[in-house]
């Protein structure tokens, strides 16, 4: 059974820092695409950063330059290094395995002025 386990979110101050983590569990995790969305109170669901099974890594132009997808194969782990903090950052961060529907639960990300 396919979990996806995020972990790090919380609360800080604008330009602060934080890292988000995902451990997978139940699927192949080396041979698979992952993803980091975000969704704000309100808005859409929207594709924030994502890191092939190869580690082609694409950034949404929002986040370009202060956000740093990476991943742990041997660790069956997915992280999102958040650096320069701004309040449209405050979201609902989820993990995704792409091109499937696998999601986590999501971790809240709330940054203050």
């Known amino acids: 059974q396919v979990q996806l386990v995020e972990s790090g979110g919380g609360s800080v101050p604008a330009g602060g820092s934080l890292k988000l983590s995902c451990e997978a569990f139940?699927?192949?995790?080396?041979?698979?695409?992952m993803d980091w969305y975000r969704q704000a109170s309100g808005k859409e669901r929207e594709l924030v950063s994502s890191?092939?099974?190869?580690?082609?890594?694409t950034y949404s132009a929002s986040v370009q330059g202060r956000f740093t997808i990476s991943r742990d194969n041997p660790k069956r782990t997915l992280y999102l290094d958040m650096r320069g903090l701004k309040t449209e950052d405050t979201a609902v961060y989820y993990c995704h395995v792409s091109g499937t529907n696998y999601w986590g639960q999501g971790t809240q990300v709330t940054v203050s002025s």
């Open positions: 890191i092939s099974s190869r580690d082609v890594i």
């Open positions: 139940g699927f192949a995790f080396a041979n698979w695409g």
